[in-house]
């Protein structure tokens, strides 16, 4: 009598088959992966950038708002205002951040300086453009100071540069 057994089973060839094609798939989805975590990184650098260098915007617009500028019309790297409680404030750039001198009162007191940007980022650029000039006797104008900053993340290598601009109203009417 022959009896013929089945077989049950799989082949070598099938085996490496579906080995070859596990294989494969798991490289494209760690591939995937990985790529997914470089861009979450490279966005969350990103997101860093426009808070930190926009808190800072927020902030001098703020004290330029309600300030006399003492900076002559026309653009520079540094602001000098005269803020009513605060006295008079100098922004400028040192060494990629933001720093703002507050010298209090009459403006004759040291002044004490502060970084406003955080170490994340770097700003390569900060210029001030003023306009205008309410004790102009030719041609009075309400004061207007642009703001002009490309800011860099400290932590991401690669980014291209963010540009931001702003213009500030001084509302300054004590001339």
Do not use: W
Request: with cysteine.
């Amino acid at each position: 009598m022959t009896s013929k057994k089945k077989q049950l089973g799989f082949t070598l060839i099938e085996l490496l088959t579906a080995a070859s094609v596990f294989s494969i798939l798991l490289v494209i989805i760690s591939a995937v992966f990985v790529k997914l975590l470089t861009i979450s990184k490279r966005d969350f650098a990103i997101q860093k950038v426009h808070e930190n260098s926009l808190f800072i915007l927020e902030s001098m617009a703020k004290e330029i708002r309600v300030s006399k500028i003492k900076t002559a019309p026309g653009c520079s790297s540094s602001l000098s205002i005269v803020h009513p409680t605060n006295g008079c404030i100098d922004y400028s750039l040192d060494s990629g951040k933001v720093t703002k001198s507050v010298k209090p009162l009459l403006c004759t007191d040291p002044a004490a300086t502060v970084v406003l940007s955080s170490f994340d980022i770097s700003f390569s650029k900060l210029n001030f453009c003023v306009k205008g000039s309410p004790t102009n006797p030719i041609n009075p104008e309400q004061t207007r100071v642009t703001i002009i900053t490309t800011v860099t993340s400290n932590e991401e290598t690669g980014l291209q540069p963010t540009y931001l601009q702003t213009t500030v109203s001084s509302r300054d009417i004590s001339e």
